[in-house]
């Protein structure tokens, strides 16, 4: 049904799999940014590790039912990138896994990220990411485009002096384009969840954040507008090949940006925060980013949310189950002890997993 689903079961009994495997029904390499041959089922003694892995989901969307299935692609032997996703939308092929960010919004929270504030700064920008691709259409193929441009400009460097200048050019030139868009979007993304969270957490447990971009291209966009600062951005690619060709990668971008949270209600930087203000912190931002998908597609994404019940105190946790009710849409929370969802109530469906296998449990009342 659309009601919360809740997983519990013992460490290692393969409840996070499930979520993970639901994550691949969004862009991108799912909420472990696992190599793609990583999820392929182990075996055991004397069978061969799987090749392959396919996650199928009827999902019920505001335009009907929507069929979808993506795995690991067979390639040919020696084809560049080595893995591939393959993906089906109504069972015809689909070019590429950015098109699922067209059918359903996915929004995650998992244990290894309550490390965001503190960890380098690639996780808080995909983390920065991901909030942008519910809010601001096309973001995804903007990055994707982004880095392709990169890495063909990358090659051509490492291929010497010799490379065509006007080939060059044209690289840098759509590296700018895409990095200014991504920039900006990533801007207006945050400015929008700051409001939103200032409106709907004033009487909440939960802390208010300052959001903003770190980058050179977006205080850029703070003094000039959108097109001097992709010239801008332009001629210093074409400035800096030599120093780019020396380090083995474009050294100034989008691809360099940082996440900046500041904790309004205690004024301090979220990586000063002690470990549950940091947790409260990245719950907020969630909640308040979900919200704004629903505002704007009018229906809410599927939350994930993994063990994030088991560092929260009993107000937090209902205050948790209140914004997920809420919000009307489907969430799936994972934990080892069930008496940590006893609030959801009837209001949840509870199942078991143990011993590879997945069975209903009754509600806590």
Partial sequence: SGRPVVLTGPNGAGKTNILEAISFLSPGRGMRRARLSEP????????????????????????????IGTGLAETADGEEGGERRALRINGEPAASANLLAEYLDLVWLTPQMDRLFVDGLSTRRRFMDRLVYGLESGHARQVTAYEKAMRERNRLLKNGYGADPAW???????????GLAIAAARRAALVRIEAGMELENAASVFPRARLAARGLLETWLEDMPALAAEEKF??????????????????????????????????RAAEGCSTG????LLIAITLANARLIRERKGAAPLLLLDEVSAHLDATRRAALYAEILDLGGQAWLTGTDPELFHGLGARAEFFSVADGAVSPRPALV
């Fill in 40 to 67: 392929c089922c182990e075996g055991g003694e004397g069978i061969p590790k799987a090749q392959s892995w396919v996650v199928h989901a009827e999902v019920q969307t505001l335009h009907g039912p929507i069929a």
């Fill in 168 to 178: 060059l050019g044209a690289l840098e030139a759509r590296m700018a384009e895409h």
């Fill in 234 to 267: 332009r001629d210093l690619l074409a400035e800096r090949r030599g120093i780019d060709r020396e380090a083995g990668a474009a050294t100034e971008g989008p691809h360099r940006s940082d996440l900046s949270v500041w904790h309004r209600d205690r004024d």
């Fill in 277 to 280: 203000e940091q947790k409260a």
